[in-house]
């Protein structure tokens, strides 16, 4: 039975988009030739939102531990790979027509939202015939398969080339390197093989801003272990993926952990647990975690012929390694962890007394993409010099943005817009006193700091 989760509040996504669009965070993918459905560009701030993400993964998952190691690989593999793997085969998803509108959907969803509609009976059988396209109740065609990899050719003369495929998941990476990588390493089991990096899907229904688009980041982790005590590696990534969780500031209340059942489950998982969010458009797939058994190994070693099989230095038993799978979207997490930023709040202005309504992206500081901003009260030229040298001085250590335009409120209000943990202020106290104001995101608290300190005084606060 799933747990009852209000969702956000659905203009939330609007706000947000809005907010992102007009501050340079995702802006529409080749907008000027009039864009492309569902293609999306990270400006500025996103690419370092993204950055610092990736970065912060990294840290968690690899390099903070003594058991997984980092690998890249290639985008285009041979195309057995994905005959091994499945994909070529079962990577598909149901597809169906509208005859009347021609709007294109997949079955699976309409069948959702069948499941979510009122006096639904979980006992009866959906009667296909009886659900009509949900644009203009039109007649649906009839349920056919369709591949969801992108196929290219590699060679100058497409049509004597050879067919390859953009990578659907990095995973296949991991597998069929994993002889090679555990032998040079000198790993043991139990140990991982982690990658970030883009994959391709040629999705149906992309939709929901970066929810779902053709085109996306993976950070996937295939942990190799002896099958015996999997239950015990299986709850400990569960743990690893809520404490990362819980580190972007996505709050539990919002989080739904799906066990996934045996007929749903791909039939080589013993077991898989989705990671579920309350979107703003509803509760749905934020990660997934797998137990894929031998599966992969087994299918690479009989498709290549090569020996992927282990042998324990201690017991001497020789066996093909099993699988957990974590396996993380990039762009689900920048938006989930946007969502959660996402602050409305009313705030005081410069003017005593006075007060109005502030947005504030409340990042983890670790995350923000811009670290410290730089502010002169003026333009004039006794504070813009001091401002200028403090800021290039802060660039050697910290991500800084110098902004000497507009009135200080508004200054301060665009770095919370974007989300920036601290400003520092020169003002015409500053020639007098040699000190600056630092002022605080979240709760607006201003404190005078010398000049001479405030660079070590900053980079505490981000160590
Ligand atoms: N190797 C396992 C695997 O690829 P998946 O559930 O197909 O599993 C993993 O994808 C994660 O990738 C999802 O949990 C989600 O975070 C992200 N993801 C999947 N499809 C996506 C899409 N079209 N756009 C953005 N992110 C997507």
């Known amino acids: 039975m799933k747990k009852e989760i209000k969702p956000l509040e659905p203009d939330l996504m609007d706000k947000l988009m809005a907010l992102c669009k007009h501050r340079g965070f995702i802006i529409p993918g080749s907008e000027i030739y009039g864009g492309l459905a569902n293609s999306w560009d990270f400006g500025p701030y996103g690419a370092l939102l993204k950055q610092n993400i990736r970065r912060a993964w990294l840290k968690h998952f690899v390099t903070s531990r003594d058991d997984v190691v980092l690998m890249d690989s290639s985008i285009i593999m041979n195309s057995r790979v994905w005959e091994a793997s499945g994909h070529l085969q079962n990577f598909t998803d149901p597809l169906v027509d509208c005859k009347k509108c021609k709007k294109r959907f997949r079955a699976d969803h309409l069948l959702e939202a069948r499941s979510l ?94 929810f779902r688009t053709r085109e996306f980041e993976l950070m996937e982790l295939e942990y190799f272990i002896h099958p015996r005590g999997w239950e015990k590696v299986f709850d400990m990534w569960l743990g690893e993926i809520k404490s990362w969780l819980k580190s972007l500031g996505v709050r539990d209340e919002h989080l739904y952990f799906h066990e996934i059942e045996g007929a749903d489950r791909a039939h080589y998982s013993k077991r898989t647990v989705d990671i579920e969010y309350n979107y703003p458009f509803g509760l749905k797939e934020l990660y997934g975690l797998a137990y894929r058994t031998d599966f992969d190994l087994s299918q690479h070693a009989k498709t290549s012929g090569a020996d992927l099989t282990y042998t324990d230095p201690v017991t001497n038993e020789t066996f093909v390694p099993h699988v957990v799978e974590p396996s993380m979207g990039l762009e689900r997490t920048v938006l989930v962890t946007m969502l959660e930023a996402y602050h409305e709040e009313e705030a005081p202005t410069a003017e005593e007394g006075a007060t109005d309504r502030r947005v504030v992206l409340k990042f983890p500081k670790h995350l923000a993409p811009i670290q410290v901003a730089v502010l002169p009260l003026s333009k004039k030229e006794e504070l813009m010099g001091p401002s200028q040298s403090l800021a290039q001085e802060l660039r050697q250590h910290l991500v800084v943005e110098y902004d000497e335009t507009q009135s200080i409120g508004r200054r301060y209000r665009r770095q919370d817009e974007i989300g920036t943990p601290y400003c520092v202020t020169i003002d015409f106290d500053t020639i007098q006193d040699k000190a600056v104001t630092v002022r605080d995101r979240d709760s607006m608290k201003q404190e005078r700091v010398k000049i001479t300190e405030v660079v070590g005084y900053l980079i505490k606060k981000y160590s």
């Open 117 to 210: 509609e009122p006096g639904y009976d979980k006992e009866k059988p959906v009667d296909w015939l009886e659900i009509k396209c949900p644009e203009c109740a039109g007649d649906l065609t009839e349920v056919r398969q369709f591949n969801l990899m992108f196929k290219t050719s590699v060679g100058p003369v497409a049509e004597s080339g050879a067919v390859v495929y953009l990578r659907p998941e990095n995973a296949a990476g991991m597998f069929t390197d994993f002889k090679s990588i555990q032998q040079s390493m000198r790993q043991r089991l139990p140990f991982g093989i982690a990658q970030i990096g883009k994959v391709f899907r040629n999705e149906v229904t992309p939709g929901n801003w970066i």
